[in-house]
């Protein structure tokens, strides 16, 4: 394996044996298309993403479920809290707050 920052990236062959259950959304960071880097020898996915470590600005944020106003709340992030950015997308930014999540969805605003 080689190390890059905190997380171990795999190296050599990776293979999954038989089906792995889906976790529930708002969990784990993985979704159809990304994962986290730290997923790559549970879960089958067309890229891994190493994460960018940012912070939550001073009016704390709530992550989300899905990139919407109106979408469920997974967890309330606290201000100056670490997040680790996955993909950006319009003004809406996934990622998770640690390779065991939570993850979900925040306005790219409520980021440091």
Request: with cysteine; glycine share 12%; hydrophobic share 40%.
């Given at each position: 394996?080689?190390n890059?920052?905190?997380?171990?990236?795999?190296?050599?062959?990776?293979?999954?044996?038989?089906?792995?259950?889906?976790?529930?959304?708002?969990?784990?960071?993985?979704?159809?298309?990304?994962?986290?880097?730290?997923?790559?020898?549970?879960?089958?996915?067309?890229?891994?993403?190493?994460?960018?470590p940012?912070?939550?600005?001073a009016?704390?944020?709530?992550?989300?479920?899905?990139?919407?106003?109106?979408?469920?709340v997974?967890?309330?992030l606290?201000?100056?809290?670490?997040?680790?950015?996955?993909?950006?997308?319009?003004?809406?930014?996934?990622?998770?707050?640690g390779?065991?999540g939570?993850?979900?969805?925040?306005?790219?605003?409520?980021?440091?």
């Amino acid at each position: 394996m080689t190390n890059t920052g905190e997380y171990t990236l795999p190296v050599g062959q990776l293979s999954l044996s038989g089906p792995v259950a889906r976790p529930e959304p708002g969990t784990l960071p993985l979704r159809g298309d990304i994962a986290h880097i730290a997923l790559a020898n549970r879960y089958l996915v067309a890229a891994y993403v190493i994460p960018i470590p940012r912070e939550i600005g001073a009016a704390g944020a709530q992550l989300l479920l899905t990139p919407s106003d109106t979408a469920e709340v997974v967890t309330t992030l606290e201000p100056g809290a670490r997040f680790e950015a996955l993909d950006y997308a319009g003004d809406w930014c996934w990622g998770c707050c640690g390779p065991e999540g939570p993850s979900g969805y925040l306005p790219i605003a409520q980021l440091a």
